[in-house]
């Protein structure tokens, strides 16, 4: 494992921070500087492992914004939370946002694009010799809903998967800094997360950490449906993501992304104490 990769001895929980006005969740809550960095400074003191900080929504539908506004947005906030000692990737498709994030101390990229939204992004990262987490993606979020045609999705996601993967050890990118991430809600329905989450072990198997991002997304939101069809609104998805987390740890998972720090660190210890006899 890289050395700047988390790895805690149980899965590793990946705590979310946007700095956006309109992330599915957490938009507009933490568009402020201090409010950003005392929810990112809360997390991290509750346990998480690594502080994920984006400054572009990836909701489905949503617009993109320019380079220079993503950077302004999280500039200030991974500098202040580098400063005090806080390990934080940056969630960004953008090579120059990257770049920037980095110099201002984060440690990790995730690129819910895995490197295809950015030609510049594999090298970048190499160059850094940092870890890189390639999310499956196939598009940006405005039109990512229409395409979710699979043939086989575990098949599908692992083969693109695959090709981001070889693409970044092309760029330089060392083995040892690459984590996977199967994309749950991006271009998939509902249908599509269940069955990737099933079968987990074929992606376990490419030989990758793999990190899972199911906090409160919307096929939770659907599963939770009320009796008339409304969707489980995000705040009332906690349980169920916890329930996620603790499942995906026990399948071998390197790690969670999650909003919710606190529960799914209890999960995922839960998840370990009963894989590990030696436990109490
Ligand atoms: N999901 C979102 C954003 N970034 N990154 C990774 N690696 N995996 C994910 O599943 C993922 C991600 C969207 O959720 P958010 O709006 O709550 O951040």
Known sequence: MHRLLPDPGRCAVVGVLNVTPDSFFDGGRYLDVDDALE??????????DLIDVGGESTRPGAARVDADTEISRILPVIKELAGAGV?????????AVAEAALAAGAIIVN??????ADPDMARTVADAGVPFILMHW????????TLAEYRDVVADVRDELAQRVDAALAAGVARDAIVIDPGLGFAKRAEHNWTLLRRLDVLRDMGFPVLIGA????FLGSL??????TPRSPDGREQATAAISALVAAAGAWGVRVHDVESSLDAVTVASALSDEEAP
Do not use: I, P, Y
């Open 111 to 116: 690129d819910v694009s895995g490197g295809l």
């Open 87 to 95: 390990g934080v990737s940056v969630d960004t498709t953008r090579a």
């Open 39 to 48: 929810h990112g400074e809360a997390m991290w003191r509750a346990g998480a």
């Open 138 to 145: 196939r598009g940006h979020s405005a039109n990512m809903d």
């Open 215 to 218: 906090s409160r997304k919307r």
């Open 224 to 229: 939770l449906a009320a009796e008339d069809g």
